[in-house]
């Protein structure tokens, strides 16, 4: 196995941090000013990874407009208390120290706006390891992490040859696929094993030690 890749592109939620707290209880705040009552965190976790706007149309059937009501609401309670009601992964500091000291560039791509993704990579001091950070418009656009991939490989022209896409949920994968990138499946975040092995990523590592360890091995 040789990860030699020279650029690495990370997911955020559930890949760098668990955002778990932050992102459900901003999510019970947004339904319950829709008038829906869900106590249980626990039953909003799979709203951790899509976009939102899509992921409120999906799963709780709301039209385009009320999702847009939503998101609007999630992001008030967000933008203010939900960004910080998160922590990173235990040894994501030592993996970043290791890539950057290898000589790779690093790079966020992440669904969510670009603005919260900075907000949080700097109040978690983690944005210092990472050449830039891209992430969605408010609007909505470049949600879709095949536009998103797309979008930062051409920003920073980047070869895809020459890059790796590492994530938690099938919708990194699908983006790295899409745009001729080799893709890390992380166990360790919100998608099943079934979800990530289901896209056939060229890696997939169970836990952060063992990614860690197999970039180890492989120097850039």
Not at 13 to 32: F, H, K, V
Not at 61 to 80: C, G, I, K, M, T
Not at 146 to 163: F, K, M, N, S, Y
Request: charged content about 25%; some cysteine.
């Amino acid at each position: 196995m040789s990860l030699d890749h020279r650029n690495i592109l990370f997911d955020l939620d559930g890949t760098l941090t668990d955002p778990r707290e932050g992102i459900t209880r901003s999510i019970q705040y947004a339904l319950g000013k829709l008038g829906i009552d869900e106590p249980d965190l626990a039953r909003l976790e799979h709203f951790i990874g899509p976009p939102l706007l899509q992921a409120f149309m999906q799963f709780y059937a709301l039209s385009e407009a009320q999702a847009w009501e939503a998101v609007n609401h999630y992001r008030d309670r967000f933008r203010v208390t939900g960004l910080y009601e998160n922590e990173m992964f235990e040894g994501v500091t030592e993996l970043l120290e290791t890539l950057v000291a290898q000589g790779r560039h690093l790079y966020i791509a992440t669904s969510k706006p670009w603005e919260f993704a900075r907000e949080i990579a700097r109040h978690f001091d983690f944005a210092r390891h990472f050449k830039m950070i891209y992430g969605s418009e408010l609007d909505g656009t470049r949600t879709n992490k095949v536009e998103l991939i797309a979008h930062l490989l051409e920003e920073e022209g980047l070869a895809p040859a020459d890059t790796l896409m590492i994530g938690d949920r099938k919708h990194d994968l699908i983006g790295a696929r899409a745009n001729g990138l080799d893709c890390v499946a992380v166990g360790y975040g919100f998608g099943s094993e079934a979800e990530l092995l289901g896209e056939a990523p060229t890696y997939h590592f169970a836990t952060l030690k063992a990614l860690h360890q197999a970039f180890s091995r492989s120097p850039a």
